[in-house]
């Protein structure tokens, strides 16, 4: 019986070491979105809502996601970050 437990405790003493890392953890993802004005000369976009520069936008005003906006937009001088 003891010649067994070593058996099974051997190789566990070789591998040594800590417990395997658990998965990181991420917080809970908010979807992040932002709001772009459409018209053509719009080049930025809007993290607030309620933004001054957003309100002059004579077009539509569109959510998309943060994502998607970063790739062909910049961040408001306003609101953005
Ligand atoms: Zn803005």
Request: charged residues 25%; aromatic residues 0%; proline residues 0%.
């Given at each position: 019986m003891l010649h067994l437990l070593a058996v099974l405790l051997i190789p566990a003493l070789f591998l040594g070491g800590e417990p395997a890392p658990k998965k990181p953890v991420r917080p809970p993802k908010r979807r992040a979105v932002v709001f772009v004005c459409t018209g053509p000369y719009a080049s930025t976009y809007h993290?607030?809502?309620?933004c001054p520069a957003l309100k002059q936008c004579r077009h539509e005003v569109r959510v998309i996601s943060l994502q998607r906006a970063r790739i062909y937009r910049t961040p408001c001088m306003v609101c953005g970050r």
């Open positions: 993290t607030q809502i309620d």
